[in-house]
């Protein structure tokens, strides 16, 4: 039987394509030039090409441009020195059909070799569906916090408001001062320069402060950047002291300076410490005292403590209390350390609460720093 | 307004409401003087200081209220104007509770402050008037002998002379010398004015 290799071989091809016309997911065979062998139906019904016009193309011809000019070099640089980017791997990128359209695919790739050939073969689940509600996810997620942290801003009210009449009262009471001694001829330029200048210091005085709560207020996209967490703890303690002070709880800082920087959500970390401040002096009452700290327990984490003399949590209820809807509050919400928590996880750390020395409680924040990400 | 040389302590904690308050004070032609803290004005004070107080309730350390039952404890006399704020609702309750008090919340409309303060200092200098004159009353009475004393009190108790000899079984002659002596004294030329002068004695 002359070409009995030859047609066990066709036949075995056969089966194969079979094989993965029958498949759920876009399959592609390419060679180790990128040059695609095998092109599945589910791959011609996802991409829009028919096998036929495709088999030959470069692969980078499925991929937006911005992927498609490193593709050949990832290959390139697999081939010569077997340095995985994808093989084996598995991850999620980008695919474009051919309309134009670009969309969200999970990739993994198979390495097959036959004799002196190498093939690829690619497997493509779109995974545009998974997106959206991922990003559902996401949204929620974030309308709540977005709600939380109003919520904490309702709580600290009280504080803001006080701290706003001040600069009100001050300017107030200049203009009726400067008007009496103007009517009365007691007022020269000079002078009334002198208190105009006060007033206008006072007024971006009381605009500084709704801008932070503005800040606060404002919904944010979670984007996190690499900074210092002292700056961030510093931003908050501009509001935190505000509400401080009008319920008579002191903050003690105590912050290690030259901290490594981390990857950090500002507004997310400042609603983080804030929820734990406001939760000190709502379970200490007036004349708690507080503590900020944060350091580096090591090169790779970094803490933020939130520490009062109020009478701290029970050891049964240490994990309880970050479970949503928890509280022991009338008019709590039970949602501030939930989110709180989400946000930490989210910056792959973790919260929790020990007994501060003085027996009240110590929320310890730790999260990851930058390092191995940078070279400083 | 009138003058009544007492002096506006204004303790608040914010700078800026200090500052404006003592420049609208002047405008009226009002001494004063400023303290950042409870403790700072503590510190300042000594007995016998007139004018009156403009005091923050909400302070960081020692709050206005607080300040106020050290000064009660002091034997002070200021009048005291507590400034208070919107969320200062309970608090002020809380004050009053504990005693007639004076507010007036920020931000102040200027007449009201001004009269509030013109009517503290005058009350202060009058009740310091009438401690001053209550002061010299009394010693004036150091000065009377005890037969003396007795004839001024039936005296101030309306009796006549007549009646007066039969109590204290003297002759009329001798409660008139001790009458004329008390008089004197008292530095008065009326009974009506000695019955007045007597009243600062009970106090
Ligand atoms: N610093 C603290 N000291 C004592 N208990 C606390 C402290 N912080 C939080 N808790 C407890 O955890 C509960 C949940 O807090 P949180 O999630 O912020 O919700 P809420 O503040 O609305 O109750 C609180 O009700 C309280 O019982
Ligand atoms: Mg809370």
Same mark, same amino acid.
């Given at each position: 039987?002359?070409?009995?290799?030859?047609?066990?071989?066709?036949?075995?091809?056969?089966?194969?394509?079979?094989?993965?016309?029958?498949?759920?997911?876009?399959?592609?065979?390419?060679?180790?030039?990128?040059?695609?062998?095998?092109?599945?139906?589910?791959?011609?019904?996802?991409?829009?090409?028919?096998?036929?016009e495709?088999?030959?193309?470069?692969?980078?011809?499925?991929?937006?441009?911005?992927?498609?000019?490193?593709?050949?070099?990832?290959?390139?640089?697999?081939?010569?020195?077997g340095?995985?980017?994808?093989?084996?791997i598995?991850?999620? %990128?980008?695919?474009?059909?051919?309309?134009?359209?670009?969309?969200?695919v999970?990739l993994?790739v198979?390495? %097959?070799?036959?004799?002196?050939?190498?093939r690829?073969?690619?497997?493509?689940?779109?995974?545009?569906?998974r997106?959206?509600?991922?990003?559902?996810?996401?949204?929620?997620q974030?309308?709540?916090?977005?709600?939380t942290r109003l919520?904490?801003?309702?709580?600290?009210?009280?504080g803001?408001?006080h701290?706003?009449n001040?600069p009100?009262?001050?300017?107030?009471?200049?203009?009726?001062?400067?008007r009496?001694?103007?009517?009365?001829?007691?007022?020269?330029a000079?002078?009334?320069d002198?208190v105009?200048g006060?007033?206008a210091?006072?007024?971006e005085?009381?605009?500084?402060?709704?801008?932070?709560?503005?800040?606060l207020?404002?919904?944010?996209?979670?984007?996190?950047e690499?900074?210092?967490?002292n700056?961030?703890?510093?931003?908050?303690l501009?509001?935190?002291?505000?509400?401080a002070r009008?319920?008579?709880?002191?903050?003690v800082?105590?912050?290690?300076?030259?901290?490594?920087?981390?990857?950090?959500?500002?507004?997310?970390?400042?609603?983080?410490?804030?929820n734990?401040l406001?939760?000190a002096?709502?379970?200490?009452?007036?004349?708690t005292?507080?503590?900020?700290?944060t350091?580096?327990?090591?090169k790779?984490?970094?803490?933020v403590?939130?520490?009062?003399?109020?009478?701290?949590?029970?050891?049964?209820?240490?994990?309880?209390?970050?479970?949503?809807?928890?509280t022991?509050?009338?008019d709590?919400?039970g949602?501030?350390?939930?989110?709180?928590?989400?946000?930490?996880?989210?910056?792959?750390?973790?919260?929790e609460?020990?007994?501060?020395?003085?027996?009240?409680?110590?929320?310890?924040?730790?999260?990851p720093?930058?390092?191995?990400?940078?070279?400083? | 307004?009138s003058?009544?040389?007492?002096?506006?302590?204004?303790?608040?904690?914010?700078?800026?409401?200090?500052?404006?308050?003592?420049?609208?004070?002047?405008?009226?032609?009002?001494?004063?003087?400023?303290?950042?803290?409870?403790?700072?004005?503590?510190?300042?004070?000594?007995?016998?200081?007139?004018?009156?107080?403009?005091?923050?309730?909400?302070?960081?350390g020692?709050?206005?209220?607080?300040?106020?039952?050290?000064?009660?404890?002091?034997?002070?006399?200021?009048p005291?104007?507590?400034?208070?704020?919107?969320g200062?609702?309970?608090m002020?309750?809380?004050?009053m509770?504990?005693?007639?008090?004076?507010f007036?919340?920020?931000?102040?409309?200027?007449?009201?402050?001004?009269?509030?303060?013109?009517?503290?200092?005058?009350?202060?200098?009058?009740?310091?008037?009438?401690?001053?004159?209550?002061?010299?009353?009394?010693?004036?009475?150091?000065t009377?002998?005890?037969?003396?004393?007795?004839?001024?009190q039936?005296?101030?108790?309306?009796r006549v002379?007549?009646?007066?000899?039969?109590?204290?079984?003297?002759?009329?002659?001798?409660?008139?010398i001790h009458r004329?002596?008390?008089m004197?004294?008292m530095?008065v030329?009326?009974?009506?004015?000695?019955?007045?002068?007597?009243?600062?004695l009970?106090?």
């Amino acid at each position: 039987m002359p070409n009995s290799s030859e047609h066990a071989s066709s036949f075995a091809e056969a089966r194969f394509a079979a094989l993965l016309d029958a498949a759920v997911d876009a399959i592609l065979v390419i060679d180790s030039n990128g040059q695609i062998e095998t092109f599945n139906r589910a791959a011609e019904r996802l991409f829009g090409y028919q096998s036929v016009e495709i088999c030959g193309q470069n692969v980078s011809t499925l991929m937006p441009d911005k992927y498609s000019h490193a593709h050949d070099s990832y290959l390139q640089r697999y081939l010569t020195t077997g340095e995985r980017r994808i093989i084996g791997i598995g991850r999620e %990128v980008s695919a474009m059909r051919r309309d134009g359209s670009v969309f969200p695919v999970e990739l993994s790739v198979g390495e %097959v070799a036959t004799g002196e050939k190498r093939r690829f073969v690619g497997i493509i689940r779109d995974i545009s569906e998974r997106r959206a509600s991922e990003q559902e996810l996401r949204q929620q997620q974030e309308r709540l916090e977005h709600v939380t942290r109003l919520g904490t801003l309702g709580e600290m009210a009280a504080g803001i408001a006080h701290e706003i009449n001040q600069p009100l009262t001050a300017i107030a009471t200049y203009a009726h001062a400067a008007r009496r001694l103007l009517s009365s001829d007691r007022m020269d330029a000079v002078r009334l320069d002198d208190v105009l200048g006060k007033m206008a210091t006072q007024a971006e005085r009381a605009g500084q402060i709704i801008e932070r709560i503005r800040d606060l207020a404002r919904r944010q996209s979670p984007s996190q950047e690499l900074c210092d967490l002292n700056a961030i703890m510093d931003e908050t303690l501009k509001l935190a002291e505000v509400d401080a002070r009008y319920h008579d709880a002191p903050i003690v800082v105590e912050m290690t300076p030259g901290l490594p920087h981390a990857w950090l959500n500002s507004v997310q970390i400042q609603q983080v410490v804030l929820n734990l401040l406001r939760n000190a002096i709502e379970a200490g009452g007036a004349g708690t005292k507080l503590k900020l700290r944060t350091y580096a327990r090591s090169k790779e984490e970094l803490v933020v403590e939130v520490e009062d003399n109020g009478p701290g949590v029970p050891e049964s209820l240490r994990t309880e209390i970050f479970n949503p809807f928890f509280t022991t509050r009338t008019d709590g919400t039970g949602m501030g350390l939930s989110i709180s928590r989400s946000i930490v996880a989210s910056h792959g750390g973790r919260i929790e609460v020990d007994a501060a020395p003085t027996g009240g409680a110590v929320f310890r924040v730790t999260l990851p720093t930058a390092l191995g990400e940078i070279d400083e | 307004m009138s003058e009544t040389g007492g002096i506006v302590f204004v303790v608040d904690d914010d700078e800026a409401v200090r500052d404006s308050l003592s420049l609208l004070l002047e405008s009226a032609s009002l001494q004063s003087q400023c303290f950042a803290s409870a403790d700072e004005f503590a510190e300042h004070y000594q007995g016998g200081m007139s004018g009156c107080l403009l005091l923050d309730i909400r302070m960081p350390g020692k709050s206005g209220l607080e300040l106020r039952d050290w000064l009660d404890q002091q034997g002070a006399q200021l009048p005291i104007i507590f400034i208070t704020g919107h969320g200062d609702v309970p608090m002020a309750v809380d004050a009053m509770k504990r005693g007639a008090i004076d507010f007036i919340q920020k931000p102040f409309s200027d007449d009201e402050l001004l009269q509030r303060v013109q009517q503290a200092l005058e009350s202060e200098a009058g009740d310091r008037a009438d401690r001053a004159e209550a002061d010299r009353v009394r010693a004036n009475f150091e000065t009377l002998t005890p037969r003396e004393r007795e004839v001024m009190q039936q005296v101030v108790a309306g009796r006549v002379n007549k009646v007066i000899a039969l109590d204290m079984d003297i002759s009329q002659r001798t409660v008139e010398i001790h009458r004329a002596r008390v008089m004197h004294k008292m530095g008065v030329r009326s009974v009506a004015d000695l019955v007045r002068l007597a009243s600062f004695l009970d106090k």
